[in-house]
């Protein structure tokens, strides 16, 4: 169960989406997927196995198509865990949250990517493979500190039967994955 209520199929595809191995959740949202600037980052997940870079995000504006469920809640945020695989040469050298960023991608040789998210207080710099995944899209109502505290709305049907709000960091299943 999908909660955004999808628009038109795109023919122009261009930006970070273009390298969405599953960007049907995304484009089921938004006519037009926004750029990665200015986005909240909210968490940074480096796991060993692929090794993997997800990111936590609010994306920077609120979808065009939403479920009537959303309209109903008015929830006013967006959020999606961006996934880099086979991350390597990782450079963490400021980390300073809450923080708003720009996530640039650079396309490289051999099907690889440079990705750069910066912004006041974060600079994490790591190249990956040019095939990222998007998963645990929500939406919910940004708490006025800018907290995502608080009930999420879940796109997929299985993050919305197993979580009703953001779950401890420590739970694998949601921020390993």
């Known amino acids: 169960m999908t909660r955004c209520t999808g628009g038109e199929q795109r023919n122009d595809r261009l930006g970070w989406d273009e390298y969405l191995a ?5 484009n089921a949202c938004y006519d037009h ?7 909240r980052l909210r968490s940074v997940n480096v796991n060993w196995r692929g090794p993997q870079i997800t990111l936590r995000i609010d994306l920077p504006r609120f979808p065009d198509h939403v479920s009537e469920e959303w309209r109903a809640e008015q929830v006013d945020t967006f959020q999606c ?10 450079a963490l050298t ?8 720009d996530i640039a991608l650079v396309p490289k040789e051999l099907r690889r990517v440079r990705v ?9 710099r790591f190249s990956c493979s040019d095939s990222l995944l998007v998963g645990h899209v929500s ?5 006025p500190d800018g907290a995502d505290n608080g009930r999420h709305l879940f796109a997929r049907r299985i ?4 979580y009703s709000e953001l779950p401890a960091t420590h739970e694998r299943r949601f921020y390993a994955e």
Not at 116 to 124: A, F, Q, R
């Open 22 to 26: 599953n960007p049907e959740q995304l």
């Open 33 to 39: 997927v926004p750029e990665l600037s200015g986005v």
């Open 81 to 90: 865990h961006i996934t880099f695989l086979a991350a390597e040469d990782i």
């Open 94 to 101: 400021d980390w300073r949250p809450p923080a708003t960023v």
């Open 116 to 124: 750069s998210v910066s912004g006041p207080g974060v600079d994490l």
């Open 139 to 143: 939406a919910f109502k940004i708490a």
């Open 159 to 162: 993050d919305a039967r197993l």
